[in-house]
């Protein structure tokens, strides 16, 4: 198993241009999430998803868009990029969430918007 | 509403001595805990879990953490530190099995040899 696979790992945007992040996962889980990293802030989470065709905002959605047409893939979509969304980004996953089965995070993507 | 607050963003401890990082949390639920690690340039992994049952929770590495209900505290502790301890350390709180995890600013650990 590859386990969760991001791509890119580094992107330079400029301020209003779009992009998609994307996320994979091969262990058949539900439940994926992404997360943006700050210094100082910790981890936050953006939206996450407990099935194929589900989504649903987590604490900072503003910005950021999301789909989940298969169970593998979970992209995320930046509609015009900004400065604050400079980040490292972190998709996760994992298998029965009411077990609180151990989340899986992918490597990250290191995103700069000048 | 849940938080988590750690306490000391920088920790630093010899080798060989006791590590020591602490958690204290906010649920209006009973919670699920968590304990993640980081190192440079890497996702995070987890370290161990509480959901219900014992407080006392063992998880890899040689950590381990107790959920404290009266005091609403999860600090993550290991007996005898090593180099390949150093890294940052996450808490994190769920009011459901993994769902909506709540993250604490970090801890990053430092090791003296």
């Given at each position: 198993n590859a386990g969760v696979t991001q791509t890119p790992k580094f992107q330079v945007l400029k301020t209003g241009q779009s992009m998609t992040l994307q996320c994979a996962q091969d262990m058949n889980h539900e439940y994926m999430s992404w997360y943006r990293q700050d210094p100082g802030m910790g981890l936050r989470l953006i939206h996450y998803?407990?099935?194929?065709?589900?989504?649903?905002?987590g604490e900072v959605p503003n910005g950021y868009n999301v789909s989940r047409s298969t169970t593998e893939d979970f992209p995320l979509r930046l509609l015009s990029a900004a400065p604050s969304q400079t980040s490292v980004y972190f998709c996760a996953s994992s298998g029965r969430r009411e077990d609180a089965d151990t989340q899986y995070?992918?490597?990250?993507?290191?995103?700069t918007v000048l | 509403a849940q938080s988590v607050t750690q306490l000391g963003s920088h920790v630093s401890v010899s080798e060989g001595a006791l590590v020591l990082l602490r958690?204290?949390?906010?649920s209006s639920v009973p919670p699920y805990l968590f304990w993640y690690v980081?190192?440079?340039n890497q996702g995070l992994q987890l370290l161990l879990k509480?959901?219900?049952g014992a407080t006392l929770v063992?998880?890899?590495?040689?950590?381990?953490?107790?959920?404290?209900k009266s005091e609403t505290s999860f600090h993550l502790t290991k007996p005898s530190a090593h180099m390949s301890d150093a890294a940052e350390?996450?808490?994190?709180?769920?009011?459901?099995g993994n769902e909506k995890l709540t993250f604490g600013?970090?801890?990053r650990l430092t090791i003296i040899p």
């Amino acid at each position: 198993n590859a386990g969760v696979t991001q791509t890119p790992k580094f992107q330079v945007l400029k301020t209003g241009q779009s992009m998609t992040l994307q996320c994979a996962q091969d262990m058949n889980h539900e439940y994926m999430s992404w997360y943006r990293q700050d210094p100082g802030m910790g981890l936050r989470l953006i939206h996450y998803s407990v099935g194929a065709g589900i989504t649903d905002q987590g604490e900072v959605p503003n910005g950021y868009n999301v789909s989940r047409s298969t169970t593998e893939d979970f992209p995320l979509r930046l509609l015009s990029a900004a400065p604050s969304q400079t980040s490292v980004y972190f998709c996760a996953s994992s298998g029965r969430r009411e077990d609180a089965d151990t989340q899986y995070f992918g490597p990250g993507t290191r995103l700069t918007v000048l | 509403a849940q938080s988590v607050t750690q306490l000391g963003s920088h920790v630093s401890v010899s080798e060989g001595a006791l590590v020591l990082l602490r958690c204290n949390y906010s649920s209006s639920v009973p919670p699920y805990l968590f304990w993640y690690v980081q190192y440079p340039n890497q996702g995070l992994q987890l370290l161990l879990k509480y959901t219900t049952g014992a407080t006392l929770v063992k998880g890899i590495n040689g950590f381990e953490a107790e959920f404290k209900k009266s005091e609403t505290s999860f600090h993550l502790t290991k007996p005898s530190a090593h180099m390949s301890d150093a890294a940052e350390y996450f808490c994190a709180v769920s009011p459901f099995g993994n769902e909506k995890l709540t993250f604490g600013t970090g801890t990053r650990l430092t090791i003296i040899p």
